[in-house]
Nanobody, 129 residues
């Protein structure tokens, strides 16, 4: 049973920082890409950032580029999202996700919701103005 558990969300003022973590369990190895998505009230879930299994490739939504950094520690089976210069429009529930299959390429990063099969329960991030 694959489990993804996010933590680190909270309330922060605009311009502040938060670091989200996602602990993964239930898979025999770490050879799979992972991603962060977010969903604001009344909006669709959107891609935020993704990382290949090796960490060698990362992709970001334009809205978070140069402010957010995705990383992973395969020894700890943990995914991270460092969020700096937060804005009120970053307010959303943040989810980590993983595809069902393993990546043949160490640089592959899926970027659409339909390419991810496992999801965490989400962690709320609220940025006040």
């Amino acid at each position: 049973q694959v489990q993804l558990v996010e933590s680190g969300g909270g309330l922060v003022q605009a311009g502040g920082s938060l670091r989200l973590s996602c602990a993964a369990s239930g898979r025999p190895n770490s050879r799979y890409a992972m991603g962060w998505f977010r969903q604001a009230p009344g909006k669709e879930r959107e891609f935020v950032a993704g990382i290949s299994w090796s960490g060698g490739s990362t992709y970001y939504a334009d809205s978070v580029k140069d402010r957010f950094t995705i990383s992973r520690d395969n020894a700890k089976n943990t995914l991270y999202l460092q969020m700096n210069s937060l804005k009120p429009e970053d307010t959303a529930v943040y989810y980590c996700a993983a595809p069902g299959g393993y990546s043949g390429s160490s640089y592959y990063v899926p970027r659409s919701k339909g390419q991810y099969d496992y999801w965490g329960q989400g962690t709320q991030v609220t940025v006040s103005s």
